[in-house]
């Protein structure tokens, strides 16, 4: 059973069309949710941690929140360099060195 | 500061080959992690190391090494390469448990 599931797998936008990407987890006792953006090819790129219920961050045209059980990844009026694909991980008591990964979100904005 | 670097960038290898991935990273990161990431199967951790001469297995190590000899370089060894080894490694550091800092990855293809 995956501890970290991302919705959708795949998402496409047209340019200036706002949207949400979202990362449901169901480990105990989380120690810190991760957000990354991976373009072709590359390795991912940090963008956001989050800890605690309520907690939002922002930066540029994105926003993450987080409730108890899910993250999410909001993207508002989106511009074509935004495509890549977003990948959400989580850290928890049970194993608080590791990071376990969601498959991630592949997100492609229209012009 | 160059972050964090692997080489090669590219490599084909024969069934039964070995080779060794490099990474090293000049933050002064005292953790380092190896992920393997396969076509719609996310991350998935295959070693960590804490510090200087401790190193722990992740979620998936059969059929690999490691070894951490100093603060800077993180080997992962493949001793008998195997077509299941064919995917995408990257390496990655971090001060503590806070975010975690990739390299550009190591494409392997093993026939």
């Known amino acids: 059973e995956d501890q970290v599931t991302q919705s959708p797998e795949a998402l496409r936008l047209q340019e200036g069309e706002s949207s949400s990407l979202n990362c449901s987890y169901t480990v105990s006792g989380l120690r810190g949710l991760f957000w990354y953006r991976q373009d072709p090819g590359k390795g991912p790129e940090f963008l956001f941690t989050?800890?605690?219920a309520g907690e939002e961050k922002e930066k540029e045209r994105l926003k993450a929140t987080l409730t108890k059980k899910e993250s999410f990844l909001h993207i508002t009026a989106p511009k074509p360099e935004d495509s890549a694909t977003y990948l959400c991980a989580v850290r928890h008591q049970g194993g608080s060195e590791k990071l376990v990964f969601g498959k991630g979100t592949k997100l492609t904005v229209n012009p | 500061n160059a972050g964090v670097t692997q080489t090669p960038k590219f490599r084909i290898l024969k069934i039964g080959q070995s080779m060794t991935l490099q990474c090293a990273q000049d933050?002064?990161?005292?953790?380092m992690y190896w992920y393997r990431q396969d076509p719609g199967m996310g991350l998935k951790l295959i070693y960590y190391?804490?510090?200087?001469?401790i190193t722990d297995k992740g979620e998936v190590p059969n059929g690999y090494n490691v070894s951490r000899s100093t603060t800077e370089d993180f080997p992962l060894r493949l001793e008998l390469a195997a077509p299941s080894q064919t995917s995408v490694y990257f390496c990655?550091?971090?001060w503590g448990l806070g975010e975690q800092f990739f390299g550009p990855g190591t494409r392997l293809t093993v026939l």
């Open positions: 933050m002064n990161h005292n953790y």
């Open positions: 990655a550091s971090s």
């Open positions: 989050l800890y605690s």
């Open positions: 190391s804490v510090g200087a001469g």
